[in-house]
């Protein structure tokens, strides 16, 4: 017998908002019955299925495990802009001259999270 991941369950401060910034990220909506000042959020996409759930402690060291995300109809770089403007920032960049590498980026509550390059720039 096997396991499957129903959802990655994210500790935070503000469910409804940050569940709100990672269904813009992966193109997903959130539960129907969910609203602002709910102690949980869901977000529902193709790409994965998220938990928020609020907790009081802060976040204060760095997360042990993380999303890598991989564009699929855009650079990454190109991604990368789309992400800050969704209110994402840019923590580490690892990318280098030759077009390989990552970018390290933090969602609004400071949880890292990177971005890789396309399926397209690794073939290419």
Not at 21 to 29: C, D, E, I, K, N
Not at 39 to 62: C, G, M, N, W, Y
Not at 101 to 123: M, Y
């Amino acid at each position: 017998m096997t396991s499957l991941i129903r959802h990655m369950t994210i500790d935070c401060t503000d469910p409804y908002t940050l569940a709100e910034f990672w269904a813009s990220v992966l193109g997903g909506t959130l539960a129907e019955d969910d609203h602002p000042g709910d102690p949980e959020a869901q977000v529902h996409s193709p790409a994965a299925h998220l938990l928020f759930i609020r907790v009081d402690d802060p976040r204060t060291v760095k997360n042990r495990v993380h999303v890598d995300l991989q564009p699929q109809d855009v650079t990454r770089d190109e991604e990368v802009e789309r992400l800050l403007a969704l209110g994402a920032t840019l923590h580490e960049d690892h990318r280098r001259p030759d077009g390989q590498g990552w970018a390290t980026l933090l969602d609004p509550e400071g949880n890292e999270f990177c971005v890789e390059r396309s399926a397209a720039e690794r073939a290419g």
